[in-house]
């Protein structure tokens, strides 16, 4: 028996290798840098290789899709809308990560100890986040790109494990931030357990781990009906759970809460887009020819997220709470997306990912300005009359809001507009007025933080509002652009996709 | 550049200047406010001047590509119908500034914001109206609740941000059952003869009737809820009692008007099918609207509720109109919604004075203002009049005709209707007799009558409601040729008279 | 013997692992659940290989172990810092977040 | 025919009234001048435009302007035109008439009211309106007018309305009269639809080609519009109360003139009724009912204006009864509207003479043998009083009589029950007028210690006269070679049928001489010599029922106010608890499922793991049970 090694399309990897590479790097930054150095260097060593990777999928647009790394790999249009979109994102993430201020000087230390106290006092600060950002940008990129079950796995473990710790660095409310590692930790992993366990039954089912091959096991439909049933479901756990749809959800709202804002807003922005990713090409490509059997299931849980996100949020006291729940709501959304099956579905899935992300990023970004002496303040009763202390920054949140909302001239109502669209024409209507019913639930809370903020006189006076650093300022602002310009004109980013957007089977 | 883009684009410049004005100079910016809004008015009076009463479609079209992945069409263009009510929003800017000048000066945001928020919304107002692609539409329609919101909340009495928010989330929910059906017919259309949102292509789309159903109900929905249509009204009088007068003004008198402006537009035109399956329905319940809003009216002690309620009781008979699918059902009701913004601008303004005299909305803190503030009183006195539709007063036209427009089709509905003009009496009769007549009461010995600005604010909307009643002929001319269109697109035609043949 | 038994164990395997996150309070115990099923998991997929008689399942289960192993880097460093903190491995303490 | 001359009749007192309006506190001196001046022009164009057809043959009598397209939508075409013919001028002529001369009166009796230049405004604005409504060529044009008469007495009935009675009245009146308009808008309904056109004359062009039924069904509508401009029952309630307003106002809207717009409307409408006969046997009941009513009410006030009020309400029943009965009746309708208009426009003045010297005192309990103070007044109101019981050769007494005479040759049992009651209100008419004649001018003194009864001033007393002159003369010049029947005979008469006799006239004319003097004896019987100051409270139920105006408010209150104000807090409490409350409850209801939901997120870690599991085993479940 030989041994050939395999072909290795560095070219169409290149995005991929870049981050890896750079995150590989900056392990080794952490090691043997000095501390003083260290913040700088791991934010230019990050935010280059992002850029350059940026490059690299700018490069590879035009190039005609091609799988790579034999068959484990595919580069297709989606795969380098969703890499850059993830890549846009996460280079804005840097730039929040920057304002280290969120991070614990020294995760391993106890929360309150003299350690700690001596590692604030003396400035330490450690670094890791960036490696570990760059570690699940990495993973966020291969996930929705990965063409069989194997890497698709590795991915999904990738992008997982650097956020469970990220989620526990918060440099305050510490106990809070580690519980939210422990659970993120506990349930991502109880997850993947699934998401492993069904991939092996569908590896029965098709005798093969390429999404091609399952798609042509189903279409010729000799296997064990069975095992494609398990392991389709089983799987789509593990998928359901990382998009935050119910009754995986219940992770999301403590997780956001718990994590550091910054990792938060990451987290929130890129995990979708990667983890949608990954779905719609699991469904489109490799499960399509089952839809009989999983649309109806897909269709509930569907329905069933927007309405527990929308519903759910109404209660809630907590503005990273709120958005959390907004998130699973919208998760419900892009599901219908998935739903759709069509050319329709995944243009419109795209452009949401794109537009959804951009906002989310900004509405965490924003979250991290107020504040009072002991840091970031999330508790909604306190953000009452904040218009009347800075405007500005109410005003900003109400363009998020309302863009969650899905007000027409921001881009949340193009992307449900096209992505409920997209619905209907494959004739999921019941999923629609789901859509637009929850929608209207939904306007409610985010109309209520608005009334709050603009129309309530502040009981106590104590909350502040930070003049953000520079790069949290940018990226404020142009998370509001983006939601603004998308909304008016999305035309570029439509046209772009529309010329993108094929999977390659 | 086009003139209905003009049109729409100069108060949201004004805005912008306005914007950049110094905040504590507010005469100023009122003064700006109200001359771009003079600009505006003049604008559409030239429009008005422009159109060519005989030439049937839409006018001053313009269409550019906005959002061509999505067929979305920057497009717009009037008819009569949709004339009327760009005039009538434009007229009554100008006159909303000049009479609720200080309204603006005990809000939770400042003066400047106030007619920043005017201004974007009479800029929402003209698209909304002027929009032929019904996304385009529904982006103005949507648009348009932010400014409003913020109005309400921001500048009203009393419960304002409960009122804010109910109004807002009434209009979303109503927006999104839009937003389900506009998806729907899109996709059809998509399907049929690609993509478009261009209405009058719309209009041609083959849809089989249960669909249609579907799709007219969400239309109809949203629009019935703007309008508003009873029971879905329940957040109009709060709105228009925690409003400012002038906001009320221009949310009785132009925003609910995009309701009814919908439901011909969009409803009867794109749904003719539809329409006629739903007509029994909707004809109850507008005769349910005309007397329960009276009853109601007659029942509040608050008069601004009580104004709101003889609104939904107006809106009643427009939609009766419209969907009584006559000649003269609709273009009355078309010129009803003209009728409606004057008289309840005049209602309202002259409410919103006495009010901030007295300090109090109650009626009954009122008495003998006749013999106080005749001029006030007077004018109260005709905006009356005109709401019960005295003949001589532009709403006795529209009334009339509408209820004529409906006999001929609808008798049993028509008569039914018709006991509204009895409870018009009542509900207008009560305010007068209690506020205006009887010993002045203690207290009110010393307000002051309406001032120079007052009398010009309220004097051309006094002089448009005789005007129009004794000769509506200018605004028919422009109506009559849409509303047949109208009626013709949904497949009617006049119920011949019984006795036939002129002799 | 029929290779389906071994799918058979894989399942109850994996049940009582994904039993045990629900029931047991000790983190380091629910972590030990979960690689549990991923074992279970593993089984599955070496089973199928056999079954479908090609190598990828057994290959998967050298990555799934792989990955596991990472897994109990960052679980047991998770988990560790915690227990520094509260003094206690149960996750029912860790319930601070839940409004 | 066309003139250029009618719009004039109407808009110059439009106009003096808005510039009166207008003007304001500087029109103050010389308002009520003003005015007068524009009322007696447009009594010389009335004049004129009389004496101008007059001339003409009889067919080409009728003079149209037409002013410009007032309506136009699809087939529904309505001209603002006006219509001057036989009918019309009659009215015309009265109203510029009797005005002209209540604007000379109200000089004098306002004189010291400090907004006489709004009363004249208002009169202005009054004879605009009524003489819109005789002029207008169409039932459209004719609504106009209509409710513009109604909005004038709205405002005068309430000119003093700083008394909240006052006010009431005031909005009782038009309240009352909203509800015939809703008549009136029925019937111009029924008419475009079942004609196409709402112009008289179009209308009755093709009137031969509609369904009985929807003539009879416009018929009752217009008989209702009717009832409620003319007070005929059952809207007549509101007459009473309607004399809150001054009685200059009295005299012209309440007596003369608005109040016979239903007899005017029915006679306008002859083409509909002569075609609908159930429609006139309605006519003819209403106005039967109507008569006596009145009669029966204005026996029983003691307040003098509110019984001549209740005699206006009896006398335009009589005029009701006459169009009933068709080409037959109308011209002694309108006869008798044009005598009436005279004495009991007179009445009216005399009455306000009386008040004027009186201290404004309406209560005749405390007149009394005033005879002495104010012989002018005594003299017309006598001369008045003398015309509307029907003495000969007094005005009423010719057209009473051949309305009671019409009554009995309609023929039948109908005939002789009509004609009869007629009778008996010729015997209450005489009563009740006698009553009032003694109660103020005879006997002895009741009035209060300030009283100072005098004569009025000439502006006052010479309007009188001239009232008093046609109550004695207008009966004979107009019945005189039958020359109204003939006048009119062109507009509702067209077909010339004769009528059969049932009584001979002179036997009708005895009967009804004989039910007068019946009338005055017993009321002489009663009210001759010394009375008390105050009423009698120990008066039998019928008395006291015909003070309460025969208990119509009551019924009224019982049967639509109390109802109607219930299902106002029904209404109110419904949609602030039911409507708004479901509103609110799906808003309520999306915070409960919230709180409720949220529950679901305990913090624990294996609760989620838990649902996680949950949610794979049932999707699992789900897709199993339905796969295979």
Known sequence: MTFTAPALEYGALAPMLVIFGAAVIAVIVEAFVSAKLRAPVQLSIALGAIVLSFAQVWRLRGTSTATAAVNSVVVDGPVLFMQGTILILAFFAFLLIADMDAFAAQASAIPGSVEERKALQVGKIQTEVYPLTLFAVGGMMLFPAANDLITLFVALEVLSLPLYLMAGLSRRRRLLSQEAALKYFLLGAYSSAFFLFGAAFLYGYAGDVSLSGIHAAIASGPGNDAFLLIGMISLSVGLLFKVGAAPFHAWTPDVYQGAPTPVTAFMAAATKVAAFGAALRIFYVALSGAQWSWKPVITAVAILTMIVGSVIAIAQRDVKRMLAYSSIAHAGFLLTGVLALNQEGLKASLFYLASYGFTTL???????????????????NRWVGLAKRSPSVALIFSIFLLSFAGIPLTAGFIGKFTIFTAAYDSGNIGVVVAGVLSSAIAAFFYIRVIVMMFFTDPEEDTVTVTIPSLYTNLTIWIAAIVTIALGVFPTPILDAIASLATFVR | MNLLTSMGALPLLGALLIAFLPAANTKLIKQAAFVISLLVAGVGISAALGFDVNKSGFQYVEKY??????????????????????????????????????????????????????????????????????????????????????????????????????????????????????????????????????????????????????????????????????????????????ATPGTSVLLLGVLDKVGTFGMIRYCVELFPEASKTFTPLIITLSVISILYGAFLAIGQKDIKGLIAFTSISHFGFITLGIFAMTTQGNSGATLYMLNHGFSTAALFL???????????????????????????????????????????????VSEFLVLVGTYTRYPVAAIIATFGIILAALYILIPVQKALHGPTTPGNENLPDLNKREIAAIAPVIAVIIALGFYPKPALDIINPAAQATITKAGFSDPAPVVGGDK | MNPTNYLYLSAILFSIGAVGVVVRRNAIVVFMCIELMLNAANLAFVTFAKMNGNLEGQVIA?????????????????????????????????????? | ?????????????????????????????????????????????????????????????????????????????????????????????????????????????????????????????????????????????????????????????????????????????????????????????????????????????????????????????????????????????????????????????????????????????????????????????????????????????????????????????????????????????????????????????????????????????????????????????????????????????????????????????????????????????????TRVMLMTFAGNKRWADDAHPHESPFLMWAPMVVLAIGSVASGYLLYSGKAIVKWLAPVVDKHHHEHEEFLQPIVVTSLAIAAVVIGVGIALAKYRGELAASAPQDVSIFTRVARRDLLQDDANEFLFMRPGQKLTQVLVATDEKVIDGVVRGVGASAVGSARGMRKLQTGYVRNYALLILIGALVALVAVLVVSL
Request: glycine fraction near 10%.
């Open chain 2, 350 to 396: 002259t409410a919103g004075w006495m009010i901030s005299r007295r300090g109090s909305s109650t009626i009954s803190e009122f008495g003998g203002l006749q013999r106080v503030t005749p001029i006030l009183a007077w004018s109260f006195f005709i905006a009356g009049m005109s709401s019960l539709a005295l003949p001589g007063l532009s709403s006795f």
């Open chain 2, 65 to 242: 590509s906005w959002i061509p992945a999505l067929g979305i069409n920057y497009q717009l263009g009037v008819d009569g119908i949709s004339l009327i009510l760009i005039l009538l929003s434009v007229i009554l800017v100008p006159i909303v500034i000049l009479a609720g000048w200080n309204e603006s000066e005990n809000g939770r945001f400042s003066v400047k914001t106030f007619y920043v928020l005017i201004l974007i919304l009479e800029t929402m107002m003209i698209g909304v109206f002027a929009a032929t692609d019904v996304f385009l539409f529904y982006v103005f329609f949507e648009a348009m609740l932010v400014p409003v919101y913020f109005l309400i909340g921001g500048y009203g009495t009393g419960a304002r941000q409960a009122a804010a928010v109910k109004f807002l989330l009434y209009s979303l929910f109503g927006g999104l059952l839009m937003l389900a059906s506009i998806i729907g017919i899109f996709v059809i259309s998509g399907n049929q003869i690609g993509r478009t949102f261009d209405i009058e292509a719309l209009s041609t789309l083959q849809i089989d009737s249960t669909t249609q159903n579907f799709l007219f109900l969400g239309f109809f929905i949203a629009f019935a809820i703007k309008a508003p249509l009873w029971p879905m009204h329940t957040w109009l009088p709060d709105a228009a009692k925690s």
């Open chain 1, 362 to 380: 900004g509405a965490f970004a924003l979250v991290t300005l107020v504040r009072d002496s002991s840091g970031e303040v999330t508790d909604l």
């Open chain 4, 1 to 433: 025919m066309t003139s250029s001359n009618l719009v004039y009749l109407i808009a110059l007192p439009l106009f003096s009234s808005a510039l009166l309006m207008l003007l304001g506190r500087k029109a103050d001196k010389w308002g009520h001048i003003f005015a007068t001046l524009i009322s007696t022009s447009t009594f010389a164009i009335g004049a004129m435009e009389f004496l101008a057809m007059r001339d003409r043959p009889e067919e080409s009598r009728a003079v149209t302007q037409k002013l410009f397209t007032w309506i136009s939508v699809g087939s529904f075409n309505v001209d603002a035109g006006l219509l001057l013919d036989q009918l019309s001028i009659a009215f015309v002529l009265l109203i510029t008439g009797v005005g002209t001369l209540i604007h000379v009166y109200s000089i004098a009796y306002m004189s010291h009211d400090r907004d006489r230049r709004r009363f004249f405004a208002y009169l202005n604005f009054f004879i605009a309106s009524m003489l819109l409504l005789v002029l207008g060529d169409s039932y459209l044009n004719l609504y106009v007018g209509w409710e513009g008469v109604g909005l004038a007495s709205y405002l005068l009935i309430g000119f003093w309305n700083q008394k909240p009675e006052y006010a009431t009245a005031a909005k009782k009146a038009f309240v009352a009269n909203r509800v015939g308009d809703f008549g009136l808008s029925i019937a111009i309904m029924i008419a475009f639809a079942n004609f196409g056109v709402v112009s008289f004359h179009g209308i009755e062009e093709k009137v031969g080609g509609a369904s009985e039924t929807a003539l009879t069904a416009m018929g009752l509508m217009l008989l209702l519009a009717a009832t409620g401009k003319s007070a005929q029952f059952p809207l007549q309630a509101w007459l009473g109360d309607a004399m809150a307003g001054p009685t200059p106002v009295s005299a012209l809207i309440h007596a003369a003139t608005m109040v016979t717009a239903g007899v005017y409307l029915i006679t306008r409408s002859n083409f509909v009724f002569d075609n609908a006969p159930n429609a006139q046997l309605a006519v003819v009941i209403i106005g039967t009912i109507t008569l006596l009513f009145g009669a029966i009410i204005g026996t029983a006030k003691d307040d003098i204006k509110k019984a001549l009020a209740a005699s206006t309400m009896s006398q335009i029943g009589y005029m009701i009864l006459a169009t009933g009965f068709g080409p037959a009746g109308y011209a002694f309708a309108i006869m008798h509207l044009l005598t009436h208009g005279f004495f009991k426009a007179g009445m009216f003045l005399g009455a306000g003479s009386v008040m004027h010297g009186m201290n404004d005192e309406v209560n005749m309990r405390r007149y009394g043998g005033l005879a002495k103070f104010m012989p002018i007044t005594a003299i017309t109101f006598g001369l008045g009083y003398l015309a509307i019981i029907g003495v000969p050769p007094f005005a009423g007494f010719y057209s009473k009589d051949k309305i009671i005479e019409t009554a009995f040759n309609a023929g039948g049992v109908q005939g002789v029950i009509f004609g009869s009651a007629a009778l008996l209100g010729a015997v209450i008419t005489a009563f009740y007028m």
């Open chain 3, 62 to 99: 050298f990555f799934t172990m792989v990955v596991a192993a990472c897994e109990v880097v960052v679980g047991l460093a998770i988990i560790v810092t915690i227990f520094r903190s509260r003094r206690s491995a149960s996750v029912d303490d860790a319930s601070l977040l839940s409004r």
